[in-house]
T-cell receptor, first 115, second 110 residues
Framework: GAGVSQTPSNKVTEKGKYVELRCDPI?????LYWYRQSLGQGPEFLIY????????DSGLPNDRFFAVRPEGSVSTLKIQRTERGDSAVYLC?????????????FGEGSRLTVL | QKEVEQNSGPLSVPEGAIASLNCTYS??????FFWYRQYSGKSPELIMF????GDKEDGRFTAQLNKASQYVSLLIRDSQPSDSATYLC??????????FGTGTRLQVFP
């Protein structure tokens, strides 16, 4: 596709369940970012991949959060033992090189609701 | 202290006026500065970036950077109702991560 694709667009789960959110970046973009955004807040940085490796995962809030990008393209954000405070829109963005030199292209987000 | 600070607004301006949006940042080592626009329920999209001190103009938009004061601003001339959105200031971090502010909500009324 032409843009960044995120699935699912909407996910409702129960507290304690496991969730996976998928991001398919723009073809050829080496940099991939995950952010989460709560209502009325700006995007909060979670993790940044350059190729297959996590260049910076300092934004992951705790060890329940994990992300992978095994082939340097599609990325999956995994959340274990979900909590109500994890409810937010999870945004994925990709860039041709890095955020410093290029534009971030965002997907439409995955809205996670934890009941 | 937050890394990137913005007044959450709303900032209300009449159609045709100049809207001035401001942002301060804490990391003196930051090199790249961005303004993103986010319509309600949509994802952010890039409006402008600026790397050097001074002004950078693109159409109705002007970005201003003052590294000594750690201050970035965005001016929107001839504001239109279609400019009503949240404007996010973003600054690069130490490892190429982009840090966003909370955003300023702009309302342009006819």
């Amino acid at each position: 596709g032409a843009g960044v694709s995120q699935t699912p667009s909407n996910k409702v789960t129960e507290k304690g369940k496991y969730v996976e959110l998928r991001c398919d970046p723009i073809s050829g973009h080496t940099a991939l970012y995950w952010y989460r955004q709560s209502l009325g807040q700006g995007p909060e940085f979670l993790i940044y991949f350059q190729g297959t490796g996590a260049a910076d995962d300092s934004g992951l809030p705790n060890d329940r959060f994990f992300a992978v990008r095994p082939e340097g393209s599609v990325s999956t954000l995994k959340i274990q033992r979900t909590e109500r405070g994890d409810s937010a829109v999870y945004l994925c963005a990709s860039s041709l090189a890095s955020a410093n030199t290029g534009e971030l292209f965002f997907g439409e987000g995955s809205r996670l609701t934890v009941l | 202290q937050k890394e990137v600070e913005q007044n959450s607004g709303p900032l209300s301006v009449p159609e045709g006026a100049i809207a001035s949006l401001n942002c301060t940042y804490s990391d003196r080592g930051s090199q790249s500065f961005f303004w993103y626009r986010q319509y309600s329920g949509k994802s952010p999209e890039l409006i402008m970036f600026i790397y050097s001190n001074g002004d950078k103009e693109d159409g109705r938009f002007t970005a201003q950077l003052n590294k000594a004061s750690q201050y970035v601003s965005l001016l929107i001339r001839d504001s239109q109702p279609s400019d009503s959105a949240t404007y996010l200031c973003a600054v690069n971090g130490y490892t190429d991560k982009l840090i966003f502010g909370t955003g300023t909500r702009l309302q342009v009324f006819p």
